[in-house]
């Protein structure tokens, strides 16, 4: 869900192992030229030997280089499989050594918690930097499901790029102001091809992101960017938001996109025409004029005049019953009006 993904990426994997930039690009000039100089890396790089004898003696300190005993002093880059390993594992052991804290901590917060009586199972989170921690751990952590609604302008419109993890279900439903914001329908695009499941809805009165049905976050629809974040733990009100969602989910209409990359939401009538099947799903998404008109590629006069002949073809007098007439005829055996006549109640005597 891009809506409250955060989690910026690295360029440079190395850069969690302790290496920096200038690190990395000596490491990189010794394993293309196998043997090497101060003097002849200083040059390649147009550095001072200086600092290029510090850069050195910094990544030799690493175990990625070592240097041979007569002057001037040769330096050979480590294999990477056993550096680069070496310093991976180091960095895993630390990990390891962390997390070995946690019960002790959570001990400590258990403690604290039963001495002031009851659990703190909702929190306010006032600070971006702080939400973009947790909503990282709880990606990084899921098992088995991620869902929530996407209201107003996301956090980040290119926060896709992260991926789905296997295993791991992503349900979404955005409302008519998130899809219409800039770059939100091309971002969805996106993580639907990595395996997310999206719906719309109308109008959805909060931003709001639950991970395993164990964490939830609230954010302010309008501007999910500011103001504060309520973090929800496991308790009835957790409860009673993912039925929320489950609620929402089941009313709200599904999304899919052809392999032209369109919008639909049901199998299109062979009567009409291509552009026509274009236009059903969007009105069916509810999505305003300006944005159908965007989405289609086409003018507003020829939207009005499109949604005349559409209305026309379903003989209509309104949107409402045009956008039902659609749904019957792209799903004549779901929305079926029944025809059998209710019996009378009998009356007790």
């Known amino acids: 869900m891009n809506v409250l993904n955060t989690r910026a990426t690295t360029s440079r994997p190395l850069e969690v192992l302790g290496i920096d930039e200038m690190q990395e690009r000596i490491y990189r000039v010794l394993l293309a030229h196998r043997m090497a100089t101060t003097e002849d890396i200083a040059k390649m790089l147009s550095l001072s030997p200086r600092k290029t004898q510090r850069l050195l003696d910094s990544i030799e300190s690493k175990g990625l280089a070592t240097h041979s005993p007569e002057q001037p002093r040769r330096y050979i880059a480590a294999p990477p499989e056993l550096a680069v390993e070496a310093l991976a594992s180091q960095r895993r052991a630390d990990i390891e050594r962390a997390c070995s804290t946690i019960p002790e901590l959570k001990k400590e917060a258990t403690s604290t918690a039963n001495n002031q009586g009851n659990e703190q199972v909702v ?37 896709h790029q992260q991926g789905q993890r296997p295993g791991v279900r992503i349900r979404s439903i955005s409302d008519m102001a998130h899809l219409e914001a800039p770059g939100s329908m091309n971002s969805l695009r996106r993580v639907m091809q990595l395996g997310e499941e999206a719906r719309v809805f109308p109008t959805l009165p909060v931003t709001m992101f639950v991970a395993d049905r164990r964490i939830g976050l609230i954010l302010n629809a309008k501007n999910p960017a500011s103001g504060p974040t309520l973090l929800v733990r496991a308790c009835p009100l957790l409860d009673a938001l993912c039925a929320f969602f489950e609620l929402i989910w089941e009313r709200a209409t599904p999304i899919t996109f052809t392999q032209a990359g369109q ?7 062979a009567q009409l025409t291509e552009a026509t099947e274009l236009l059903l799903p969007l009105l069916a998404a509810g999505l305003n004029d300006k944005a159908i008109a965007h989405e289609a590629g086409i003018s507003d006069t020829t939207l009005t005049r499109r949604i005349s002949e559409l209305m026309k073809c379903f003989d209509t007098r309104t949107r409402f019953q045009l956008g039902w007439r659609a749904a019957l005829n792209a799903f004549p055996n779901d929305l079926t009006v029944s025809t059998t006549t209710a019996k009378p109640p009998s009356t007790a005597r």
Do not use: R
Request: glycine content about 10%; aromatic content about 4%; overall charge negative.
């Open 123 to 159: 929190e306010i989170i006032t600070s971006h930097a702080a939400l973009g921690q947790i909503v990282t751990h709880l990606h990084q952590t899921v098992q088995s499901e991620v869902f929530g609604f996407q209201s107003g302008p996301s956090l980040n419109p290119d926060s």
């Open 263 to 269: 919008l639909e939401t049901g199998k299109p009538n």
